[in-house]
Structure formats: structure tokens, C-alpha cells
């Protein structure tokens, strides 16, 4: 994504851009409300720049995100380490009526945001995966691009 000016470290030369998926715990939906969408893209960009890592394009489905980020020298243990843990804690504290008791309407009452489990893998075709990216439900593209929701075939 920056051929012209590459990142440069003490013995190497380079980046290493990556395709992340992080999903949220019990796939509860809660991107489809463009506030806890919109306060996860923002903890993201600043959790990412805390770390020194550059991220690119950005897409959210109703119970995960898509991003793209240049990991460097971070081995990718580490990257989900240091993007998924800053971001859950800030987005409790910007959102605490997700940790709410089940009874008061609480999703992640006794838990965390995300589940453990994590993509975070090299894409064979970089331009792809950035099309893949932006048409998520919530991507640039989003719905009415290229997408089709199951509502789509019953229509």
C-alpha cells in the first residue's frame, strides 16, 4: 500500500499488510447500530496508532470486522493482542450498557467483546481482499453493491 516509501527498520526493509477478521463473542449483532460501529472504527485507529501499526481499509458485518494492517515486525499473536484488548476495554467504558445484567438487556454481562478465535492471515491477492473488505455489510460498497443478504432471494 506504500511501494514508494516502505517502512524501514534497523536490519529490514518492507511491510507486511495483512487481512484481519476479529468476530465478536456470541455473534450478537451489534454493528448494525452505526454508533457502536462508528466507536470500534475510532478505538481501532487509535489502538493501531498507540501500537505503531498502519491500517488500511476497514468493513464491518453484523457481528465481525475486516481490516487491513501492516503488522511489520509484530508476529500476529501480538497484532490481535494489541488491537483487540485496548479496544474492548475502551468500548466498555464508552458503551457499559452492553455489560449490563441479561435481565437489564446486557449482551456481554459476564465476558468479553470479542471471541477468542481470529483471523489474521496474508492475501494472495491484495486488491481482493480490499474489494472483499468494502463490500461487507457495513464496508464502503456495503449493501446495494455487490453484496446479497438473504432477504435479497425471498424478494
Known amino acids: 500500500m506504500r511501494k514508494e516509501n ?7 526493509v518492507g511491510e507486511a499488510w495483512m487481512h484481519c477478521e476479529f468476530k465478536v463473542k456470541y455473534c450478537h449483532n451489534i454493528f448494525d447500530d ?14 493501531a496508532d498507540e501500537a505503531e501499526i498502519p491500517i488500511g481499509e476497514v468493513g464491518f ?12 515486525l509484530y508476529d500476529r499473536p501480538t497484532v490481535a493482542k494489541l ?14 450498557e452492553l455489560k449490563r445484567p441479561k435481565q437489564e438487556g446486557g449482551l456481554f454481562w459476564d ?29 464502503v460498497w456495503g449493501i ?9 432471494f425471498t424478494s
Open 6 to 12: 516502505p517502512v524501514r527498520y534497523s536490519s529490514a
Open 34 to 47: 452505526e454508533i457502536y460501529r462508528e466507536g470500534l472504527r475510532t478505538l481501532l485507529a487509535e489502538a
Open 61 to 72: 458485518d453484523n457481528n465481525h470486522v475486516h481490516l487491513m494492517a501492516d503488522i511489520g
Open 83 to 96: 488491537l483487540r484488548g485496548p479496544t474492548a476495554k475502551r468500548f466498555f467504558e464508552y458503551f457499559p
Open 111 to 139: 465476558s468479553g467483546l470479542w471471541n477468542p478465535s481470529y483471523y489474521i492471515g496474508s492475501p494472495r491477492n491484495m486488491q481482493s481482499t480490499i474489494n472483499y473488505i468494502r463490500r461487507q455489510k457495513y464496508g
Open 144 to 152: 446495494g453493491g455487490e453484496q446479497r443478504t438473504l432477504s435479497s
